[in-house]
């Protein structure tokens, strides 16, 4: 009995000593390119699963005004689309490129129409640690957060007058003529 | 023996098991504002600071001309300043983030301590060292904001912007008043700036209605 718990002892030492060997190695994932360590994605996805469903608020927004939704995509458009792109549009560069990668939330793979709007609501309130999901409760006032997560989740059947306010609205590129030094292209090669 | 080999296994079984059972319980951090678990940005660092030892570039970027600093504010103030700032603007989702996004031209708060890659305290230049910053644009950082620019800017563009910072302290006043917060760095980003701010955005229906 006392061999088996010197044993737990030593082994309980043993994996926390394996995993800083590990990240001091220089093979442990750093770069955003690399590939999720195995059940990363689950676990993290559980995390915040159980944490969003003991503390999403419940609220239906099927039936939030147009003008509502207006300013939610108007807000959308501030502050998301950046990352999370808009109707009709090539997916911004750097949504693919983070780690974890921003979800498109006008396409078809990304849209979050099936989850209740209190749980983006929650995203949009809190942020997301470990990814690049800020936290908007210092930005946002509350009805706009609501007002962004009914937007997000009704994607797919918005008011033409909130799609046209998630239309592009100034070209994707427009330095300053006067600073932009000669033969420097902004973007040489087209995203892959 | 056996049994010593058995604790050793069930000992090592024990923390992840613990770890897992914390993360699924509903109470582990999750939100931006949660305070960092114990040694969390310890360990996220280790991780970074070996692989830009084994990886990261070495190149003395204090002699960048005018031109590349030019170039290289003119990218950052497309692709960064969202997140990153302005030497006068701080963006106010920068904070709101977990890991929040270092203000890389304002120095020296907010760069993590000692990750410069070049200059002491007073600006001196030092030996060159692996280019921390050339990885991390480059490659990007796993589970924070920050993307891989290596299909979106060159080699070249990316040493530009590398230079950049590095050389935030000194920089030229040309390419300061580059860096200065203008309506043309605001129109980078999707949005119609005045009209859609925070909690007026009645007016900028018309707009892109027409």
Known sequence: MTKLILGILVGVVLFPLAVYAYLTSGYAPAAATDSALPLETFIAGTALFRRIHSEAPTRDVSGMPTADLVTGAQAYQKNCAMCHGLP????????????????ELFSQKGMVTDDPAGE???????????????????VLSDDQIWQVAAVVSRADKLPPEAQDALKPVAPPSAPPPSAAPAGMPAKPKPRS | MVKFILGVVIGAILIPLAVVAYLVSGYAPAATADAPMPFESRIAGMALQARFKKEAPVRDLSGMSTPD???GAEIYKKDCVMCHGLPDQKPEIADNMFPPAPQEMKPPQGRGGQRGPQGGPGGAPRAPRPNGDFWRIKNGIRLTGMPS?????SEDQIWQVTGLIANRRRLPPEVQAALKSEPAAAAAMPAPPAAAAAGKPATAKAKTAG
């Open chain 1, 88 to 103: 009709n549009q090539p997916p911004p560069a750097i949504a693919s490129t983070m780690f974890p990668p921003a979800p």
């Open chain 1, 120 to 138: 983006t609501y929650w995203k949009v309130k809190n942020g997301i640690r470990l990814t690049g999901m800020p936290s908007f409760k210092n």
């Open chain 2, 69 to 71: 600093l030019l170039a």
């Open chain 2, 149 to 153: 620019f290596q299909n979106i800017l």
